[in-house]
């Protein structure tokens, strides 16, 4: 008998939305395995097929027949199973009956918390092919579709209009129904070069078939590749190389299921437009590759890929020139009018649009964050006059036309109509900067002037919407505050800018005018702030514990956060580290459960190990302040770990509880001295071994 076999499933359908295709076919065999693995099935390898007319699995290796296991079903205490007599009791009754068992068949459980009475039963696994189809019915009802259609006469409901569907387990089809679709083995080539019904023999032959019967390129990864290859090939001809964005590759692979490609070109004097502005034009609107020489200037040509091998492919070359060339000349219109009408003229203009009904206008939003970025000036030594014009330009070039029809290109086209207007270059760098980091991993500010404004946009944004009480909920960020706020911690501590977190916050909240609870929306956006560098410092490596030990002294400036959670990490590699985190620990406890006022003088002590120990930690403190004060954290640490032995020695010959209160209050003050050096920099007690 067959201990395991390859499976193929594949849903034929109409084209499926591009933006979509390759998350659904992710979902599909994401689906498909945790149904496998609810049901005990294992297999080898797994692997997704997707092109515009259809989704596809092939699983290597997958179990015939689920695993035999035995089911155990556990009933009442033994306390509550029987009478005092030794009859059975309802409860007990009543459980044997739901087992469809009699009580002499049930068997006793006995744990170290106590003993049960159970029932134990041996179930066969079942045939793989008879689970498969409730499985593939399953994870396409799971599939993350946004809204579904019905077609025909049917019921049935999917993304698109489905037309055929193979199901193959080894050579073996697996007759069944899915969304009304009796199951074969029979698939479909390309629509036009092979529009004809394609008989799959086994799964393993499932890609090859397609390919050389049905001018189909099954595999979504595949495509990518091919359409990559061919774009910089064309381009390579033309004397550049294609500009390829994942996203527009990703989206060109869920298009064609044959690759074609085309070049084309337009005229020359569109390149005088910004290049931001032709590489927008054509991607987002027209789904093409622009050309860019060594310099990653554009040249006068793209790239864009047709579903067939036409016999006339300059007929195709020139229909995609003939539709491009409105979309150039708009652009150029928009980029002319834009500039009969400086930036600096429409910041009026601002007043009309709300930002939000609590905040005001962009206007006000402007003026706040003038404010705001000049007080980073102020704090950093920086011009105030380029940032607070900067601030004041900054959201201008949303009422342009050119915005308005590209809405990516925002600060982009502020930076060149800015340029136009001759205001300053640090000015007009800045006002596309003020948007970094546009995604999670991207540039910071490379400017001052841009990373002092989008500090100052980002925290009124974030301390704005959490006054309104439009905190962030479980996956719903419709202002993207949690970017913001990363984008703030990063431009902080990536560009060295030793700022106090709080102290920006406090002057951000007091610019609104709108009833709110000033205190508790400042706690909450420290927790917010903060739980938001906790999953960076995860992300850069650091422990859970070493951001807790930082964490617990409250240092309010990230950059001076990073410093020590290094050195921390740094320290707990050292050999003293393990020893001097315990007695930390025990130092907190025995401070905490003091009923004892801890004074800050050392008086008299008696044991030479304590009196060793306060000489120790008197020449410590003396050693750290320096090293403190130029934020050389590790440094300090190191100098701390060499006060091991004198503690471990205090704790194995002092009793520091003594009746003596003099000296036990003595000894409270020399714990209490030598835990503030550590807590200088962070609470060691909080690493764990």
């Not at 015939?64 to 030794?86: L, M, W």
């Amino acid at each position: 008998m067959t201990t395991s076999n390859h499976l193929l499933f594949e849903l034929g359908c109409e084209e499926l939305p591009p933006k979509s295709l390759k998350k659904l076919s992710q979902a599909l065999l994401d689906n498909m395995l945790f149904g496998f693995k609810e049901a005990g099935l294992s297999y080898s390898t797994a692997r997704a097929y997707a092109t515009p007319r259809r989704l596809a699995v092939v699983i290597e290796n997958l179990l015939a027949f689920q695993p035999d296991k035995t089911v155990e079903k556990r009933g009442p205490a033994i306390q509550a199973a029987f009478s005092t007599d030794g009859a059975p009791s309802k409860a007990l009754l009543g459980f044997a009956a739901s087992c469809g068992a009699s009580v002499e068949q049930l068997e006793r459980l006995v744990t170290d918390k106590g003993e049960w009475l159970v029932f134990r039963q041996a179930v066969s696994g079942q045939p793989t092919v008879e689970l498969l189809p409730d499985i593939i019915r399953k994870s396409l009802n799971n599939l993350p579709i946004a809204k579904r259609m019905r077609w025909g006469n049917f019921s049935h409901e999917f993304a698109r209009p489905a037309h055929w569907a193979v199901l193959l387990f080894g050579e073996l089809v697996i007759e069944t129904d899915i969304l009304g679709l009796s199951t074969g083995r029979l698939s479909r080539g390309h629509r036009f070069h092979a529009p004809h019904d394609i008989s799959i023999p086994a799964p393993l032959a499932y890609a090859d078939v397609l390919l050389k019967e049905g001018k189909v390129i099954a595999d979504f990864d595949q495509r990518m590749t091919v359409i990559r290859d061919a774009a910089n090939q064309a381009a390579g001809k033309l004397g550049g190389s294609a500009h390829i964005e994942e996203d527009l590759l990703e989206e060109i692979a869920a298009l064609n299921e044959w690759p074609v490609p085309v070049v084309g070109n337009f005229d020359t004097r569109f390149l005088e437009l910004p290049k931001e502005v032709l590489i927008t034009t054509m991607q987002s609107n027209q789904k093409y590759f622009p050309v860019v020489n060594t310099q990653g200037g554009l040249l006068a040509h793209f790239i864009t890929f047709s579903n067939i091998e036409s016999t006339n492919p300059s007929s195709i070359q020139h229909g995609n020139e003939r539709v491009v060339l409105p979309r150039l000349a708009d652009a150029e219109f928009f980029w002319k009018q834009d500039r009969k009408q400086s930036l600096a003229d429409r910041v009026e203009t601002l007043a009309s649009i709300v930002f939000q009904k609590d905040l005001g206008t962009l206007l006000d939003k402007t003026q706040r964050v003038s404010n705001l970025a000049g007080y980073i000036a102020e704090q950093l030594g920086a011009d105030v006059n380029l940032v607070k014009r900067a601030a004041l330009l900054a959201k201008t070039d949303l009422l342009t036309n050119m915005v308005g029809e590209f809405a990516n290109l925002q600060g982009i086209m502020g930076h060149y109509y800015a340029l136009a207007d001759n205001e300053p270059v640090e000015v007009a760098v800045a006002l596309e900067e003020h948007y970094f980091p546009k995604q999670s991993g991207g540039p910071t500010p490379g400017s001052a002037t841009g990373q002092i404004l989008a500090l100052a946009e980002k925290i009124d944004t974030l301390s704005g919407i959490f006054s309104a009480a439009l905190i962030p909920t479980g996956d719903k960020d419709p202002y993207a505050l949690r970017r913001a706020t990363l984008g703030i911690l990063r431009i902080l501590i990536e560009n060295g800018i030793p700022l106090d977190i709080v102290a920006l916050l406090d002057t951000a909240l007091d610019q609104f005018s709108h009833p709110f609870n000033k205190a508790e929306t400042r706690e909450r956006l420290i927790d917010f702030i903060f739980e938001r560098l906790k999953g960076y410092c995860l992300d850069q490596g650091y422990g859970i514990d070493e951001f807790e030990a930082v964490l617990a002294v409250n240092p309010t400036r990230p950059l001076d956060f990073m410093l020590r959670i290094r050195a921390v990490q740094a320290f707990r590699q050292l050999p003293e580290a393990e020893s001097l985190a315990a007695a930390n620990k025990r130092i907190i406890n025995i401070l905490k459960k003091s009923e004892f006022a801890i004074s800050d003088h050392i008086g008299t002590l008696v044991a030479a190990e304590e009196k060793n120990l306060l000489v120790a930690a008197e020449a410590s403190r003396a050693d750290i302040l320096p090293l403190l004060a130029e934020q050389n954290y590790p440094q300090a640490l190191t100098r701390l770990a060499h006060l091991r032995d004198s503690v471990d020695a205090f704790f194995d010959h002092v009793m520091v509880n003594t009746e003596d209160a003099d000296l036990r209050n003595n000894r409270l003050a020399l714990l209490a001295m030598l835990s503030n050096q550590f807590l200088e920099i962070a609470d060691i007690s909080k690493l764990q071994s």
